[in-house]
């Protein structure tokens, strides 16, 4: 109990973080930011953020990010040498020839291993230049968050929910461009989650993968 006692300003600032994201009042962005003023108070209070402290967590901060974008520049120049060169179309081609498992390939064969040698970032940055178009190849069954959110949007209104005009107006012109619902459509809408069903909805022919990539659109 003492123990517990001594860590409840890190579990107050969980709390505060996932419960404000889960409870639609911000964003995981802004989640992010609460969570930093968080702990950044309680370093405060309990006197461990002094003016060395602060400046050396500047240093660091601007060294990781300087190191992120070096990464980033040679996952720029990366992409461009696979897009001369037509690598990942070529992978693609031949795994879909070889009728590999989409999980074996995917996870087991490659992202397990990478994991464990490399950080995400540079994992991703490096790996979804081929990776997209084999995953593409494969038979994922892909589904956007716009289509997502095209579907729960139908369900709800179908549902009888009400919605003033010009919120109605707002969904509908975002709905029609293909981009994702804002924070404040989907709360008007009342959209929370998504089931089985929505994506059996979305996928009718691909049953039997239970789990469905949300791509950004």
Not at 40 to 61: H, Q
Request: hydrophobic share 55%; glycine share 10%.
């Amino acid at each position: 109990m003492a123990a517990l006692i001594k860590v409840w300003p890190v579990l107050g600032v969980f709390l505060t973080v996932v419960g404000g994201i889960y409870g639609g009042v911000f964003t995981p962005t802004e989640g992010a930011a609460v969570g930093a003023f968080g702990t950044g108070l309680i370093a405060w209070l309990a006197g461990g953020l002094t003016r060395a402290t602060l400046a050396d967590s500047f240093f660091v901060t601007a060294k990781s990010t300087a190191m992120i974008f070096f990464i980033v520049l040679g996952a720029a120049f990366y992409n461009g040498f696979l897009a001369l060169t037509q690598v990942p179309q070529e992978i693609a081609a031949w795994v879909v020839e070889q009728g590999f498992s989409p999980w074996a390939v995917l996870i087991l064969v490659f992202y397990l291993l990478l994991g464990c040698l490399m950080d995400s970032l540079s994992m991703i940055l490096l790996t979804i230049p081929i990776f997209w178009p084999v995953v593409q190849g494969l038979d994922f069954g892909m589904v956007s968050m716009a289509e997502m959110h095209a579907v729960r949007t139908m369900e709800a209104l179908a549902k009888g929910v009400a919605l003033a005009p010009d919120m109605l107006a707002s969904v509908q012109a975002t709905l029609a461009a293909g981009v994702e619902l804002t924070r404040e459509q989907i709360s008007a809408l009342g959209l929370r989650g998504a089931t089985q069903a929505h994506w059996h909805g979305l996928i009718p022919n691909k049953p039997r993968f239970g789990l469905a990539f949300w791509c950004s659109s």
